[in-house]
């Protein structure tokens, strides 16, 4: 039982720190690069392949379904309760490994941070340009990587 208790303890510390570290993340090199550039404006880091471009986006991922109101700030908002439930109902489960809940904390942490961008803004901030991709943002960053790890972890081992 103190394993569990120990365990559990260390699963919220890891949990916390994602979803910490991603909104920090996010919301410093939004406010950074909201005061560097004008909207749309564009600074190049490697020309045709990386560019810093300050978008403004009423849509939701990568751009789609603009002018969405309300809706881009509900959708959020229960799915943020959703995964904080299921985190919640699954912690004492062996299947709920460490990189599982790391997972998690990223998503919930862009999740997060994309949705303190539609309140208090009513677009989320844009500016990392590959030039062949949408442009995109450090929460988008880590709720792709957070959802691919989960996909990977989902894969039987017998299929990768």
Known sequence: MIHDH????TDI??????????????????VFFSSQLDLNESIILIKNVLHFTLV????IAFGLFKEGG???IVI?????????YNIYYYRHSEQLSRIYIFAFSLILGGA??????????GYV???IDFRVWPVFNVADSAITVGALVILFK???????
Request: proline share 3%; net charge positive; with cysteine.
């Open 125 to 127: 901030v844009d500016f």
């Open 154 to 160: 989902c894969i039987p081992s017998s299929a990768k």
């Open 6 to 9: 120990k365990r559990s303890k």
């Open 56 to 59: 403004h986006n009423t849509g």
């Open 112 to 121: 997060i941070g994309n949705l303190i961008d539609r309140i208090m803004l």
């Open 70 to 72: 309300a809706v881009f």
């Open 13 to 30: 510390v890891i949990f916390l720190a994602g979803v910490l570290g991603v909104v920090g993340l996010d919301r410093l090199t939004k």
């Open 76 to 84: 959020p908002l229960i799915l943020t309760g959703l995964l904080i």
